[in-house]
Structures are given as C-alpha cells and as structure tokens.
C-alpha cells in the first residue's frame, strides 16, 4: 500500500488510537482539552510535518508524545529514533501499533531511570494490593 492509501490508513488508525486513548482519560481533571474535551487529537492539518508526532500538543503540556503506526511489517527501530527525535525532555514517548484486525500494542520507551521508577511503582502496587 503506498501514497494517498497509505495516508488514510495511517490517519484512520491516529482516530481510532486518539478516541481509545480519550475514552480511558475522560474522567482524568486534565485542564488542557479541545473544544469536544479530548486530551489526544490529530495534528488539525491533514499531512502534518515530518518529524512531529501524530498527536498534536498546542499547549505543549502533555507528558506523552505519540507515535501511531498501522501497518503489517513493524519497522520498531526506525519509529523509536523518532519518537526519541521529537520527544520534548519533559515527554515519555509512546508508540502504538497494529496489523489489521489484531488489537493495539502500546510501547512506552523508557530509559534506566523511568525503568526503575516504574518497577517502584509496580511493586509497591502489589504490595498494597496484599494488604
């Protein structure tokens, strides 16, 4: 699939990715929406920029940058440098990606030191949840 076919693949998994993403922070106090209350929307130009995420962030607030990706044959290497590339110092980048009919992966790249706080996180969860 390549060209204008590819766009509208591309930009209908954006949606769909952006509206399950919205869907799970809807009743997150999140002062920064658009008009219809969404967190994650598309750049509102139809051929965004190279090099910018596929969410579009006009306050630049959000503690994520995304990278939406849909299509059979994964390229994760390149859509990582990417996500580095674009990622503000301040952002956790995320990618998500899925072949057709198949459900979301959802990456959160990390470095050593999110690592070791998430696993802080994580197990002090678990902790809690024996008590």
Request: charged share 30%; net charge positive; glycine share 8%.
């Amino acid at each position: 699939m390549g060209g204008r076919a590819s766009r509208v693949k591309g930009a209908s998994g954006e949606r769909e990715f952006f509206k399950l993403s919205n869907d799970a922070v809807a009743n997150c106090n999140w002062p920064f929406r658009d008009r219809a209350g969404n967190v994650f929307f598309r750049h509102p130009a139809p051929r965004h920029g190279k090099g910018q995420p596929d969410n579009s962030d006009p306050h630049g607030v959000l503690p994520v940058t995304i990278e939406v990706k849909r299509v059979e044959k994964p390229q994760f290497k390149t859509w990582i440098d990417k996500l580095q590339e674009q990622a503000r110092p301040s952002q956790t980048p995320v990618l998500a990606w899925r072949n057709n009919g198949k459900d979301w992966t959802i990456m959160v790249i990390m470095d050593e030191a999110e690592w070791g706080e998430y696993l802080r996180w994580r197990l002090q969860q678990e902790t809690d949840n024996d008590n």
